[in-house]
C-alpha cells in the first residue's frame, strides 16, 4: 500500500509496506501531508482534555486519530507525523512553562514531542498483528513510562492519566495505579480507531465486497462493547472513603506583589504565612472554626532559612506557638556544602520547634538545579539566576505530624508515581507547592488534578499547600472538599479521614506498568520479526 492510500481499505500485511523513497519532508515526510496533519489534529484534539478545560472525552477520541493517521505506514514513515503530533500537543499543555522563558517552553515541549516518534513507530508495527488496539494501548504505557525517567528523572507531565482525574476511568487508580488509567483510556481510543478502520464506514466508501455490510458492523460491535464495559465499570469501583477523623488546617498566605528586593519578598512571604496561621489562631478562639490538629504551610513559605536566620525563626515559632498544634512549614535552608541549598518540609512544635522533615528528593533540573552548570552558565546567562543547585534528598517524606503520620512530597513530585507510592503509607498525603511563578495558567489546575488522582490511587486525604494557590482539601475518593481560589489569601479547615489500609495499586507497585511496558515492547518486537520474515519472502 502506498503511503498516503486511505487506511483501512487493504489488508494489513500489504498496507503496511514502507516506502523506500527518501523522505520528503515539506511533503510531509514518508506519511505525506494528509496524515501528517491529521496526527497534528490528534494532539490538538488530545490538549483541551487536560486542566483547565477538562474535555475529558476528547483524550480517547486524540489517540483514535493518532492511530487513523498511522495505520498502514511503516515504522519510518511514522515517525514525522508522531513527532508533529506531540509537538502540537505539548505546547498548549505546557504554555504555562513560558512564564520562565518562550525559549525554554519551547524546547521542553520540543523535547517531549520526540518521545512521540519511537511509540508512533511501535503503533505502526503493532497494528499488523490480531489484537492490534490492545498492543497500541500499551505503548502509551510505555511511551510514558520512558518520558516519565530519561533524562535527568524524567518529565511526568500531560500523561493520559492526568486527563481522566475526575471521569468514569478515575477509579482503576485505585486497581492499577496511574499507568492502568492511561492504558484504558488509550484502549477507548485505539477501539474508537479499530471501528473507524474496520465498520461500517470505511465499508460503505470503498464498495469493493460483496456482503461487506454485515462483516463490518462487528468491529463496530466490539469496540463499542469494550468502551461500554470500560466506562461502566470504572465507577463501580469501591473508593472507601472511612477512617478515624481528624481535623486539618491549610494555609495559602499569599505572594507580595513584584517589586521588592529580593530578601523584602522573601520576608513579605513569610510574613503572609505567618499572618494567616495567627488568624487562624483567633478564629479558632472565637470558636468559629473547629481547632485543627495539625497546620500544613506551602513550599518555600519561608525562604529564609530558620535555623541561621534569628527573625524567621521567631516569627515561625510564635505564629505554631499561637496556633497550639504541629505545623508542617515549608523551608529553603542552607546545606552543609555552601554551593547547594535543601527543599525541606520541616514539623515544627509548638513546644519543642523544628524536629523531623523531609528533603526533596526529586527537585527540578534547570530550575533546582542545573545539569553541566559549568558548560550551561557561560552558554545561557539566564542559569545564573540559579547560583545554588538543591540537594536531592534520601528518605520518603514520612513524618509524624500531631496525631497522625503524612506522606509527605514536594510540588512536581505529585507527578511521579513512585515518589508518591514510597509515602502512601502516611495516614494523609501533604502535597506542599509553590506555583506563583506559574500562577494563572494551566499547570496549578493540572497540578490538583494529579493530586485528585493520588488522593483516589491510594485511598488518602490530600492536603495541597500553594503558596499562591491552588490549595485544596481533597478527599479519598477524588472530591474536592475545599479549594482556593489564586493570589489571594486563604485558610482551610476540615475535618477529614485518615486512613491506613492500603489498595490494591498500592500491593500491586510498578508491576502494572511494568507488565504493560513489556507487553508493548514484546508485541512490537512479534511484529518486527514477522515483517523481516514477510519481506525476505
Not at 511563578?437 to 493540572?446: E, F, H
Amino acid at each position: 500500500m502506498a503511503p498516503n492510500t486511505l487506511p483501512g481499505t487493504q489488508p494489513a500485511d500489504t498496507e503496511a509496506v514502507p516506502s523506500r523513497r527518501p523522505a520528503r519532508l515539506w511533503r510531509g515526510g514518508r506519511a505525506g501531508w494528509p496524515r501528517t496533519l491529521a496526527a497534528a489534529a490528534a494532539g490538538l484534539v488530545m490538549w483541551p482534555a487536560f486542566p483547565p478545560y477538562d474535555l475529558w472525552p476528547l483524550a480517547p477520541v486524540g489517540v483514535a486519530l493518532l492511530t487513523v493517521a498511522l495505520y498502514g505506514l511503516g515504522p519510518r514513515a511514522a515517525l514525522w507525523p508522531s513527532l508533529w503530533c506531540g509537538v502540537v500537543f505539548f505546547l498548549p499543555a505546557l504554555s504555562g512553562i513560558v512564564k520562565i522563558g518562550p525559549d525554554g517552553w519551547i524546547l521542553l515541549s520540543v523535547v517531549q514531542a520526540l518521545y512521540f516518534m519511537p511509540m508512533g513507530a511501535g503503533i505502526a508495527l503493532a497494528a499488523r498483528l490480531p489484537g492490534w488496539p490492545v498492543w497500541t494501548a500499551a505503548l502509551w504505557v510505555a511511551q510514558e513510562l520512558v518520558r516519565g525517567r530519561v533524562p535527568f528523572g524524567g518529565f511526568p507531565w500531560a500523561r493520559l492519566v492526568f486527563s481522566q482525574t475526575d471521569t468514569p476511568f478515575t477509579g482503576y487508580a485505585a486497581v492499577g495505579g496511574a499507568p492502568l488509567v492511561t492504558f484504558l483510556t488509550a484502549l477507548c481510543g485505539t477501539l474508537l480507531a479499530y471501528a473507524l478502520l474496520r465498520g461500517p464506514l470505511p465499508a460503505v466508501v470503498a464498495r469493493r465486497l460483496p456482503g461487506a455490510a454485515p462483516r463490518t458492523l462487528r468491529p463496530l460491535a466490539v469496540a463499542a462493547a469494550g468502551v461500554l464495559a470500560i466506562g461502566v465499570a470504572g465507577p463501580l469501583v469501591p473508593t472507601p472513603t472511612g477512617g478515624r477523623p481528624v481535623t486539618v488546617a491549610v494555609i495559602q498566605g499569599n505572594v507580595p506583589r513584584l517589586g521588592l528586593d529580593f530578601n523584602a519578598q522573601r520576608r513579605a512571604v513569610l510574613d503572609n504565612h505567618v499572618r494567616r496561621t495567627h488568624e487562624l489562631a483567633a478564629l479558632v478562639r472565637a470558636g468559629r472554626v473547629a481547632r485543627p490538629e495539625l497546620v500544613v504551610w506551602p513550599e518555600n513559605s519561608s525562604d529564609l532559612d530558620p535555623y541561621t536566620d534569628p527573625e524567621a525563626r521567631a516569627l515561625i515559632d510564635a505564629a505554631v506557638k499561637d496556633v497550639g498544634v504541629p505545623v508542617l512549614v515549608g523551608a529553603v535552608v542552607d546545606s552543609a556544602d555552601p554551593r547547594h541549598v535543601e527543599n525541606r518540609g520541616i514539623v515544627w512544635d509548638p513546644a519543642g520547634g523544628p524536629g523531623a522533615y523531609y528533603v526533596k528528593r526529586h527537585p527540578v533540573p534547570f530550575g533546582e538545579y542545573l545539569p553541566f552548570r559549568p558548560v550551561l552558565t557561560k552558554l545561557i546567562t539566564r542559569f545564573e539566576r540559579i547560583p545554588r543547585d538543591f540537594t536531592q534528598g534520601g528518605p520518603p517524606g514520612l513524618l509524624r505530624l500531631g496525631p497522625v503520620r503524612v506522606g509527605d512530597v514536594i510540588c512536581f513530585e505529585v507527578a511521579y508515581d513512585e515518589v508518591v507510592r514510597d509515602v502512601a503509607a502516611g495516614e494523609l498525603l501533604v502535597v506542599q507547592t509553590n506555583n506563583a511563578t506559574y500562577g494563572r495558567t494551566s499547570l496549578p489546575p493540572q497540578q490538583l488534578a494529579m493530586s485528585r488522582l493520588r488522593a483516589v490511587e491510594h485511598g488518602r486525604t490530600v492536603l495541597v499547600a500553594a503558596t499562591s494557590g491552588i490549595s485544596a482539601i481533597i478527599a479519598p475518593d477524588g472530591r474536592l472538599i475545599d479549594r482556593s481560589a489564586e493570589f489571594v489569601p486563604d485558610i482551610q479547615v476540615a475535618a477529614v479521614p485518615a486512613r491506613t489500609a492500603p489498595t490494591l495499586a498500592d500491593r500491586l507497585g510498578p508491576w502494572p506498568e511494568r507488565a504493560l511496558a513489556l507487553l508493548a515492547v514484546a508485541a512490537v518486537a512479534v511484529a518486527a520479526r514477522r515483517t523481516r520474515t514477510t519481506e525476505g519472502a
